[in-house]
């Protein structure tokens, strides 16, 4: 069994994956998150990362997450990646305006979330 974690840099869903991995000896996890892998992260997940695979990408790009499904042919997902920030959740991003000049919170938090569903 393959699951695929988004947001899985970040505290909470690096920490599922860890656990998911110590406790299912078979299994493989796949994290995608938008930020690089820090050597902090890399450290935390160095027990388990024979069968981890860490991908730098957004929940937003369809067709990342159409190559990642064929390639690494997940069977669960436990979709974390999230905008939280107070200020990024009103304001919109000039360089990637997104849809429509949305917030790229709600882009992320709305959209991410269909992309996965849609798969």
């Known amino acids: 069994m393959t699951i695929l974690i988004t947001g899985g840099g970040g505290?909470?869903?690096?920490?599922?994956?860890?656990?998911?991995?110590?406790?299912?000896v078979e299994g493989r996890?796949?994290?995608?998150?938008?930020?690089?892998?820090?050597?902090?992260?890399?450290?935390f997940l160095a027990p388990v990362a024979a069968r981890l695979t860490l991908v730098r990408g957004d929940?937003?790009?369809?067709?990342l997450l159409a190559n990642l499904a064929a390639e690494l042919a997940f069977t669960e997902v436990v979709h974390g990646a999230t905008v939280?920030?107070?200020?990024?959740?009103?304001s919109t991003d000039p360089d990637n305006p997104g849809l429509g000049g949305i917030p790229r919170a709600l882009e992320v938090n709305v959209?991410?979330?269909?992309?996965l569903l849609d798969m």
């Open 11 to 24: 505290f909470v869903m690096s920490c599922l994956a860890r656990r998911w991995l110590e406790t299912h």
């Open 111 to 115: 959209v991410g979330t269909l992309n």
């Open 84 to 90: 939280t920030s107070i200020d990024r959740l009103a």
């Open 59 to 63: 929940v937003l790009d369809r067709q």
């Open 29 to 43: 996890a796949v994290v995608l998150d938008s930020a690089p892998a820090d050597s902090a992260l890399r450290a």
